[in-house]
């Protein structure tokens, strides 16, 4: 079975730039998260899709971070435009409806922002 | 608030030497608790987790670890460490609620291991 797929693995933008990371989850896994890892911290929940509507997106930056899963399947998290702090690893993970906290983790998208 | 205490950041151990990496947790009421691990870039995987019955859990790769209610604890433990067990490792908590699975996560323990 394939896992969560993720890319890009890595991405280096400046300031103020605009950038997009790609998840596509574990075929059948309805349910799909977004999380920040900032060096030296935990994950962090972003945002949390059931199918292609949002659960949580209580912890999201609206300002600048936008995410959405049109078809209920691949999903894309943008922030526009970046800060500093924005550096993190963004991790996507996948679960099937009806069993929680059984979540796949993505190997991640490393970003620098400088 | 909710929050989760993993007070060592950095571990050191020989292979072969016993671990227990500490975990506490602030939270309403019992929460649900996990362990994950997370290997040089490689996404999270779960060693363990406790929702009820024995307060003793155990997980993949040789890992146990124990709830203590009175303690708010849910320490990590190996008997004996192998050098693939290197990694950073993550207690979390996810709240006892039918609509939602959301976790919170510590801010995770390196374990560095030695030949």
């Known amino acids: 079975e394939a896992g969560v797929a993720q890319s890009p693995r890595y991405k280096i933008i400046e300031k103020r730039q605009s950038v997009a990371f790609w998840c596509n989850p574990i075929s059948g896994h309805a349910t799909l998260y977004w999380y920040q890892q900032i060096l030296g911290q935990g994950p962090k929940l972003l945002i949390q899709?059931?199918?292609?509507?949002?659960?949580?997106d209580s912890q999201l930056p609206k300002d600048r971070f936008s995410a959405e899963r049109l078809k209920g399947v691949d999903s894309t998290l943008k922030i526009q435009p970046a800060k500093l702090e924005d550096s993190a690893v963004y991790l996507c993970a996948s679960s099937l409806t009806g069993v929680p906290y059984e979540q796949y983790f993505g190997p991640g998208t490393r970003l620098t922002v400088t | 608030a909710q929050s989760v205490t993993q007070p060592d950041i950095h571990i050191t151990v020989s292979e072969g030497a016993s671990l227990e990496l500490r975990c506490n947790y602030s939270?309403?009421?019992?929460?649900?608790l996990f362990w994950y691990v997370q290997s040089p870039g490689q996404g999270l995987q779960l060693l363990l987790k406790?929702?009820?019955?024995?307060?003793l859990v155990q997980g993949i790769k040789g890992f146990e670890a124990e709830f203590k209610r009175s303690q708010s604890s849910f320490n990590l433990r190996k008997p004996s460490v192998h050098w693939s067990d290197a990694a950073e490792h993550f207690c979390a908590v996810g709240p006892r609620a039918r609509n939602t699975d959301k976790l919170i996560f510590g801010t995770g323990t390196r374990l560095q291991v030695f030949p």
């Open positions: 939270y309403g009421a019992t929460p649900y």
């Open positions: 406790y929702f009820s019955g024995d307060t």
């Open positions: 899709f059931q199918n292609n509507g949002v659960v949580d």
